[in-house]
């Protein structure tokens, strides 16, 4: 199994800045994709940005230019630079590991962040 913790979700004003973290813990070697998902309310659950073990990023059309996704390995966590963020941004975000045993894939508890306009 793999263990996610997320932290670094709260409340902003539109135009902030935020950044989220998920430390993994576990079968961390059977990862070879980290992703993070956001939940607004009433929506279905997106995908946002996506970080795989050779570096390949992947993100959402919404968020390509204010968010970077990145890694570091050594703490076994995925960060999300969050920037100019927007009203539309409020969501739980939730970390993801796929692992190479797809489709066996891990969830974190979620986050909330929050951007007032």
């Not at 993994?24 to 939940?39: K, V």
């Not at 968020?63 to 969050?82: C, D, H, P």
């Amino acid at each position: 199994q793999v263990q996610l913790v997320e932290s670094g979700g709260g409340l902003v004003q539109a135009g902030g800045s935020l950044r989220l973290s998920c430390a993994a813990s576990g079968r961390i070697f059977s990862i070879n994709r980290m992703g993070w998902y956001r939940q607004a309310p009433g929506k279905q659950r997106e995908l946002v940005a996506s970080i795989t073990n050779g570096g390949i990023t992947n993100y959402a059309d919404s968020v390509t230019g204010r968010f970077t996704i990145s890694r570091e390995n050594a703490k076994n966590t995925v960060y999300l630079q969050m920037n100019s963020l927007k009203s539309e941004d409020t969501a739980v975000y939730y970390c993801n590991a796929r692992l190479s045993s797809w489709p066996e894939n891990y969830w974190g508890q979620g986050t909330q962040v929050t951007v007032s306009s």
